[in-house]
């Protein structure tokens, strides 16, 4: 199996487990008279509709780049983690509502043994399977998948809560705990889609790779100081789990094409050791006619080569990096 059908294979798996979730959710719910029971059946619908469309969205993501997307699929893991923020959000505001509505008009929870046995098995259920999301969202990089896998982390918690004020009410009785833990649940599904949401539009807004990562990728063009003068112009961004980085880099005006080539060619595998999946593109630029490096002798520049040392050099048209 194939990275892109493991993929599309473990977002199936989150629908099948969502699903069944759903229905047994729902059904207590509304035996029950439980707004948090409810609470959590919509909270499960919403990681339903994410998991179908992060199914998709990995699935799309990983076709190649065609005629009108010359840059490939991967914004749609992207894309795909927006709309989950945002159904997160209408969720959230509907159980608020709800809970509202019952601390008014408290009416009294039946069967809450049922629903705590029910609140246990989407426990176990769902640490199960984000455990496994969140190893193949690892492993692939895949933006999709972490973002599903924390539905279900969020929705483990939920869930204990439920099962926790289910077991208090048999207890005590008390039945203003059903909403209290309603608004707990909205809460964390608030927190959710936010984290999601703003994960998600750093790839739609081509921020930045992270410090680490851009300092990691000029550590690697510096050990190859003896080729490369100097380098400027460094960008990267992130799009899905694939990063694109370009940069103008400055050789000595003498290298031979097929020197250049095979500088660039070395230079990509390095990166790829460390970014794997990364796109580089890298545009060389000749030093000026003054440059001491080029003034060297064959003998004294494979002399700086053994000692790795390399000379600065301004690019022809006299920027710095």
């Known amino acids: 199996m194939d990275e892109a059908q493991e993929k599309i294979a473990i977002a199936q798996l989150s629908v099948t487990s969502n699903s069944s979730l759903v229905v047994l959710k729902l059904f207590a719910g509304i035996m029950m008279g439980s707004v948090a029971v409810l609470s959590e059946a919509i909270h499960s ?11 998709y969205s990995v699935k799309k993501s990983a076709e190649p780049a065609d005629l009108e997307h010359r ?25 608020i509502y709800e809970a509202f509505k019952k601390f ?10 049922a ?10 259920l769902n640490i199960l399977v984000s455990r496994k999301l969140t190893k193949v969202a690892k492993r692939t990089d895949s933006l999709a998948l972490e973002a599903d896998a924390y539905h ?51 790839g739609l807004v081509d921020k930045s790779l992270p410090d680490a990562e851009i300092k990691l990728i ?14 400027h112009k460094l960008r990267a961004r992130k799009m899905g789990s694939e990063r694109q980085i370009d940069l103008h880099m400055v050789v000595p005006r003498n290298l031979s094409i097929k020197e250049g080539h095979d500088l660039v060619d070395h230079l990509e595998r390095d990166i790829k050791k460390d970014l794997p999946k990364s796109v580089i593109v890298v545009h060389i630029e000749p030093c000026d006619a003054n440059c001491e490096r080029c003034k060297m002798t064959p003998e004294n520049r494979l002399a700086g080569k053994k000692l790795g040392s390399g000379i600065n050099c301004r690019p022809k048209d006299g920027s710095l990096s």
């Open 71 to 95: 840059y490939g699929h991967g914004k749609y893991e992207n894309l795909s983690g927006m709309i989950e923020g945002a159904l997160i959000f209408v969720a959230a505001a509907w159980i």
């Open 218 to 231: 000029e550590r690697i063009i510096k050990d190859h100081q003896t080729e490369v003068l100097n380098f």
């Open 104 to 113: 008014f008009h408290p009416q009294p929870v039946e069967a809450a043994f």
């Open 45 to 55: 619908g919403i990681d339903l509709i994410a998991a179908v469309i992060a199914r």
């Open 115 to 124: 629903g705590m046995l029910i609140m246990g098995y989407s426990v176990v």
């Open 152 to 202: 279900l982390r969020t929705d483990v918690w939920t869930s204990a809560g439920v099962f926790i004020a289910l077991t208090l009410i048999q207890i005590t009785g008390l039945e203003w705990l059903d909403p209290s833990v309603a608004m707990v649940v909205a809460a964390f599904i608030i927190h959710a889609a936010y984290d999601i949401t703003r994960r998600s539009a750093e």
